[in-house]
């Protein structure tokens, strides 16, 4: 995975009013923490950091008032409604560091001919990866199963230099027969009225 490249500003003032400031100049609170540093609050331009997040796990390059830092974002507040960006924390990475990060999970394949239904019990697989080395994803093929067969996390393919940061027993896909739907009291009942 390639760096994506942001410039971000130290920010001196905390606090509510200061975050409404920063999002009305258009920026991005955030925080870097890591390798035992103290917390350091910064503020990143709004697009250019929604654009950089629309990668799932994406490695950036911060150039914090001319010094570079080697991040991965760990947790993303966005407002509720709109979906705008309000405060991102990010964890400083080094290359050659193992870092755990959630991998977004691709499904491939036709489940076997019938009413089967594909229950997804994780929509992302917990990895632990070399920080410069993250997967975009992983992907499973549940190319003729059926109902009652299952997917474990050991039975996942791990791109090169992954391993599993959950138990190779977890249940991450499961195909269940589809449930037909009972009539509803009185439906179906022809007795007459008189």
Known sequence: M???KLEAK?????GK????RSRREDMVPAVIYGHGDAPKHVAIHNHALMMALKTPNALIRLDVDGDS???IPKAVQREAIRGFLVHVDFLAVKKGEKVT?????HIEGDLAPGANLLEHLLNTLPLEAEATHIPESVTVSVAGLDAGDSVH????TL????TLAIDEETVV????????EAPAAGEGDESAEG
């Open 101 to 105: 990060v959630e991998v977004p999970i």
């Open 153 to 156: 996390a050991k039975d996942i």
């Open 159 to 162: 791109p090169t230099g992954s």
């Open 69 to 71: 830092e080697l991040v």
């Open 2 to 4: 390639a760096e994506i």
């Open 173 to 180: 896909l499961q195909v269940v027969a589809a449930q037909a």
């Open 17 to 20: 009013g200061a975050a409404r």
């Open 10 to 14: 130290t920010r001196t003032d905390f």
